[in-house]
């Protein structure tokens, strides 16, 4: 072709051509996720490790509390049970931590010996997405419609009563409502089951594809979901609100008006469009805010999720349980961070030409 | 995003006042607001000027055992027979220090940060717009425990610092893109011009323009430090002595209280005073968005 004759211009194009993906939206958010969890690993790999105690330790104290045991006995049972070596230079470790993360290997659990981390995560990952993930996709669908109707009845009543409701219920932190629920309902009303409700189904259930497992699962979801919707949809009612009245006073919305489009098509394809926008890229920082949030909620209602696990990992000190928590985690909230901008690039067109998926 | 236009009608008073009483009198249109705001003040009176009149109750009594509330005892008495109401006023100061606290050293990281890697751009601006990003990806509460569990915070200036660590991201990323479009304003531009400094452009020309914005988020602030915090304490990463909500619950948790009926008053009324005392922020933030925004305030 012409460009043979000319030895650089290849060169120069693919480069710009390589420039010009890079310049991509997708591409860089993906470059950024990879980038947020390699960070995050590093960042966790090294605060784990400075926590006070390592799981030896802990093991000893255990096995000498209730006195069976000298203190020789037990570090000698310790030492064989946990076949780690935590005398290992901390960059050597981490060397190897890094390794075995990019081969997608999360190692073996100090603690429950020859279980891979893989499994355990794997194990109570799905409890915790399906609780929140199925709570903050309700809080959002119905927060965003409330949202909407508010704004459309501004300073009528209803509005009134829909924000100071958004209020009062976004000031109460989530793990709250998970004890208002036990205090209130489950110990001084006595309308909900609380003990019979804890964990993820009831003991004696055959798992599988059965509508009794099917419906005893979600009875046992069900207070998980209340929470995680509850605690998040005052801030999409709020956040909506705001943003709808702001697009009811663009221009295009006027013209639209004056063009003499229907009220119906003007609120969905005009307002509540441009005004969801900004809402698409707060999901995952909500997503990450409630991951964070799970500790406590299967806390108290011992759901044994994502938050339940770690909590035990942390207090055990199983460095490589809470290492591939915390890696999958990320993970999760990354991807969700993702397809948050991926989808933000499909509402808003002028992204995608103008470079940079961030929003806001 | 500029603050408050003060009609200057009563020129007898100093500017401040003057504003102080329009604030007032745009607050007063809005009874949500109002009500927040005198939440507030109730609660900085409770924690910073009752515990000066009523003296801690250190004496336990154990007689007196997870008493319903009664007479003497308005809210009941906890799990060694302490009086639940002298807890509540004795217990509201470390949690609002510590709110207060963080929010401030929160807001300044964001400030600095966010307007810096605005004006300076290029490569500064992407690792820390980076950075933001991924600290906005954390999960924070998790990573929050981690950080306490060998930081041991013992004192209530070391957990707001643990507390801060984390917490300037999203605003950090609102400021930024706050002065990146005030950079361009007519009056940064003859600054620049005039040579007056990296600083001067800051801290003289581009921020008194975003003082709405900045309160807002520091009132914002304070509802995330105090979520964060109170997590914390209950679940015991906290080493505090002191007492105080948080810790309450943490008592009444570690001694099960949580199911034991007549101790229904010891775990509701921490959990009522944090609640309200978000509220009242909450409330309070919302009614300042809506005097900030012109927008929003022309009906």
Redesign the interface.
């Known amino acids: 072709m012409v460009a043979q004759q000319f030895p650089t211009a290849p060169r120069a194009r693919r480069a710009r051509r390589i420039l010009g993906y890079w310049r991509h939206p997708i591409l860089q958010a993906v470059v950024?996720a990879i980038?947020?969890v390699f960070?995050?690993a590093s960042?966790?790999f090294f605060?784990?490790r400075?926590?006070?105690g390592n799981p030896i330790d802990i093991r000893i104290a255990d096995l000498t509390k209730d006195g069976l045991m000298t203190y020789e006995e037990a570090r000698a049972q310790a030492a064989s049970l946990f076949s780690i070596n935590l005398d290992a230079p901390l960059p050597e470790q981490y060397a190897e931590f890094l390794g075995n993360l990019a081969r997608g290997d999360l190692g073996y659990s100090f603690v429950s010996q020859g279980t891979p981390v893989t499994a355990i995560v794997l194990a109570v990952l799905p409890w915790t997405l399906l609780t929140v993930g199925t709570g903050l996709l309700l809080s959002f669908a119905a927060g965003v419609f409330l949202g909407l109707f508010a704004a459309y009845n501004?300073?009528k009543p209803i509005d009134h009563i829909l924000?100071?409701g958004g209020?009062?219920i976004?000031?109460?932190?989530n793990?709250?409502i998970a004890?208002?629920i036990?205090?209130v309902l489950g110990?001084?009303l006595r309308w909900i089951p609380i003990t019979q409700m804890r964990g993820t189904y009831s003991s004696g259930m055959q798992p599988g594809f059965s509508l009794d497992f099917i419906g005893d699962v979600l009875i046992h979801a069900s207070l998980p979901i209340t929470v995680f919707f509850l605690a998040s949809i005052g801030h999409w009612i709020?956040s909506m609100k705001?943003a709808t009245?702001?697009a009811l006073?663009e221009d295009y919305v006027n013209a639209a008006r004056a063009r003499g489009l229907s009220d119906g098509r003007i609120m969905t394809a005009y307002v509540g469009r441009n005004a969801v926008l900004p809402l698409v890229t707060q999901f995952?920082?909500t997503a990450?805010?409630a991951?964070?949030?799970s500790?406590?909620i299967e806390q108290y209602f011992t759901y044994q999720g994502v938050g339940l696990r770690?909590?035990a990992a942390?207090l055990q000190r199983d460095y490589p349980v809470?290492e591939g928590i915390?890696v999958i985690?990320?993970i999760a909230?990354?991807v969700a961070?993702l397809l948050a901008d991926v989808l933000y690039t499909k509402l808003d067109p002028r992204i995608g030409r103008a470079g940079g998926a961030?929003g806001? | 995003m500029t603050a408050i236009a003060v009609p200057r009608t009563r020129d007898t008073l100093p500017r401040p006042v003057e504003a102080a009483f329009e604030f007032l009198r745009l607050l007063s249109r809005r009874p949500s607001g109002l009500i927040g705001f005198i939440g507030i003040v109730f609660f900085l009176l409770l924690a910073f000027v009752a515990p000066v009149f009523v003296p801690p109750q250190e004496q336990s009594n154990v007689n007196e055992i997870y008493q319903t509330p009664s007479l003497q005892h308005f809210l009941g008495t906890d799990n060694s027979g302490r009086d639940v109401l002298n807890l509540i006023v004795q217990g509201g100061k470390e949690i609002l220090s510590v709110a207060i606290l963080t929010s401030g050293i929160t807001t300044l990281i964001a400030i600095t940060l966010g307007s810096f890697s605005a004006t300076l751009g290029g490569r500064v601006d992407a690792v820390l717009v980076a950075l933001a990003d991924i600290v906005l990806t954390l999960p924070t509460l998790i990573v929050l425990i981690v950080i306490s569990a060998f930081a041991r915070p013992t004192n209530f200036v070391s957990l707001a610092i643990v507390l801060s660590v984390l917490g300037w991201a999203g605003l950090m990323r609102q400021v930024r893109a706050q002065v990146l479009t005030l950079k361009e304003r007519d009056y940064v531009e003859a600054a620049r011009s005039l040579d007056l400094g990296l600083f001067h452009i800051i801290f003289r020309e581009i921020l008194p323009n975003m003082r709405s914005y900045i309160v807002i988020h520091f009132v914002q602030g304070m509802t995330g430090a105090i979520y964060a915090q109170v997590a914390l304490i209950v679940l015991g990463l906290v080493p505090f002595t002191g007492n105080n909500w948080a810790k309450m619950l943490y008592f009444a948790n570690s001694q099960g209280a949580f199911y034991f009926r007549d101790a229904f008053w010891f775990v509701f009324s921490p959990i009522l005073a944090i609640v309200l005392l978000q509220l009242s922020l909450v409330l309070f933030v919302n009614a300042l968005e809506d005097i900030f925004n012109p927008r929003l305030r022309s009906s």
Request: no cysteine; charged share 5%.
């Open positions: 950024k980038l947020t960070v995050t960042i966790t605060l784990i400075l926590m006070p501004r300073n924000s100071l209020s009062l976004s000031s109460v932190p793990y709250f004890l208002l036990i205090l110990l001084q709020l705001s009245v702001n006073e995952a920082i990450a805010y991951i964070g949030g500790i406590l770690l909590n942390i809470m915390f985690v990320t909230v990354v961070n961030t806001r």
